[in-house]
């Protein structure tokens, strides 16, 4: 059978209901011997139900034939806790680990974010995040001293997988890049705390929103540390002797940099920049399509005005925060994106610089391989395009609503 309207008999259908996610969640915690409380604390439980609550409302326009993927995924998180929880108890040293000096790319979605990340993490003295450890964080067998991180990885050829069947390759075609292989942000791991700013972009819930912005992340974001310290301590297992510093990206971290840096007190930051009319375009764009594959289609012009509310709401509480912490500035490097488009090398020797770091020969060449393996398949790509008037803005639209932001790069001499 080709098509699911031909298949002949009854299909299961799959219910979005917290109380029966969080029963499945108890059996997980229960099956691995640890509490429920240590694999989902109370807080993280009233996020699912309040992320539920606002994806059930007739407004998200979910879709009923993909509940089941949603379900899956939530259940995926809530499996995934469980087992930290027991790799915790496991091994309790895990909570002595330190986190220093962590390097967080925190630009504007669309700005060149995931390229920078991607080419900086060619040098060895960054440890970053893979999409297969994400999607599964513990490594069952606990052999992080050989398997973890190699080719016989077992979590790497499951996500490949999982990345080949997939309808998000197609929908992303020359829009965003996956590979099991290279580094990822690190939004799933604050998905799996049900507390992602993300989700209100990948999603159409404006109640989830309006409540993420209430109650902000702090509780999200030391799961975020404790989640980082396993990962720290899973890497130690393979290199006991190396020392190195994370290398993060996530833009919605400008929701929350007072939160970040309580978190993270001795955190590093580069944040690059575009101009809004430009990104704005993209994004929209970029949430049309994500949201295509499990929400019912909205106005495009709804949707521009919605996303531009966010987004300008977000960069201007990261111009707040950075006016308002100028003992901050020498740990901050921002980065023009048209400055990274024409020249990444030398941008990365800058930014080295700028912290003073030394760049290894070693470290650029393989920087520069990369970066010329990347120009090549993006030739071949079909190109991503967009009109931001297809969302019902302009850019003397754009610029008002931006206008905290404009003045704040204009200031750096960024345009």
Known sequence: MAHREDWPYPIARSRLDADRLLGRGERYARDRGVSFDAACPSWMREALRRQVEAMSAPGAGLLEDNLSDIVFEMSRFLRNNAELARERRQHPEIGAEEIVRPVFIVGVNRSGTTFLHRLMSRDRRFRVLRLYELAEPVLWSGEYAVVAGSPDDPRR???????????????????????????????????????????????????????????????AYAYHRLTLQHFTWQRRQRHPGRQCQWLLKM?????????????????????????????????????????????????????????????????????????????????????????????????????????????????????????????????????????????????????????????????????
């Open 157 to 219: 050829a499951r996500m490949q997988g999982i990345l080949e069947a997939s309808q998000m390759l197609d929908a992303m075609e020359g829009v965003h890049h996956f590979d099991a292989d290279e580094p990822e942000e690190d939004f799933p791991i604050f998905r799996a705390a049900f507390s992602a700013w993300v989700s209100v972009a990948r999603f159409h819930i404006p109640e989830y929103g309006r409540w993420m912005h209430e109650n902000g992340s702090r509780n």
């Open 251 to 415: 833009p919605f971290h400008l929701m929350e940099l007072e939160t970040l840096i309580e978190t993270y007190p001795d955190a590093l930051f580069i944040q690059t920049h575009r101009d809004p009319a430009r990104f704005m375009g993209s994004w929209n764009s970029l949430v049309e399509r994500v949201r295509s594959m499990s929400s019912e289609p909205r106005s495009r012009h709804d949707l521009g005005k919605e996303q531009m509310a966010f987004m300008s709401g977000m960069l201007d509480k990261a111009v707040q925060f950075r006016r308002s912490h100028p003992e901050l500035e020498e740990r901050w490097v921002d980065v023009d994106y048209l400055d990274l488009v024409r020249d990444p090398l030398a941008l990365v020797r800058d930014i080295y610089g700028r912290f003073g770091w030394s760049p290894e020969e070693t470290a650029m060449k393989s920087m520069l391989d990369w970066q010329l393996k990347q120009a090549g398949k993006r030739r071949a790509e079909t190109r991503h395009q967009y009109d931001l008037q297809d969302f019902g803005l302009t850019p003397k639209m754009v610029d008002e609503a931006f206008a905290s932001y404009l003045d704040f790069i204009t200031s750096r001499g960024i345009r």
